[in-house]
């Protein structure tokens, strides 16, 4: 689990925290601490606000954002699998559609085409 934050930012298309992409092996969970979080989950968009929690099962596409000018704050439920995805994208120095392809790929997930 961890602490994860994003500023906000003024009106348009969603600013993606995370690309489209989907974990065969791993489920993952939000939990919103402050302000508001928009989480599509296969076709559908949930919007989760303070004290709300998000699930999303292994295999299910999914991207969240936030969707308002104020910050969020929001705990990440995921396995440690996921964390070392995380981690290694984090320590890319060029995320490329291919070296990204391939990271996601390591950790038995897949980035989506949007």
């Given amino acids: 689990m961890a602490e994860w934050r994003d500023p906000g930012g003024p009106p348009g298309p969603p600013r993606l925290?995370?690309?489209p992409h989907l974990h065969r092996s791993d489920?993952?969970?939000w939990y919103v601490l402050?302000?508001?979080?928009r989480v599509r989950v296969g076709?559908?968009?949930v919007e989760a606000r303070a004290g709300s929690a998000v699930f999303v099962p292994r295999g299910t596409p999914h991207t969240y954002w936030n969707p308002g000018p104020a910050p969020t704050r929001y705990l990440l439920v995921m396995t440690v699998n996921i964390y070392r995805l995380i981690q290694e994208i984090h320590g890319m120095k060029e995320r490329t559609p291919?070296?990204?392809?391939a990271v996601f790929a390591?950790?038995?997930s897949e980035l989506l085409d949007v």
């Fill in 17 to 19: 925290i995370a690309p």
């Fill in 27 to 29: 489920d993952e969970a």
């Fill in 34 to 37: 402050e302000g508001l979080l």
């Fill in 43 to 45: 076709t559908e968009e």
């Fill in 98 to 101: 291919a070296a990204l392809r």
């Fill in 106 to 108: 390591k950790y038995d």
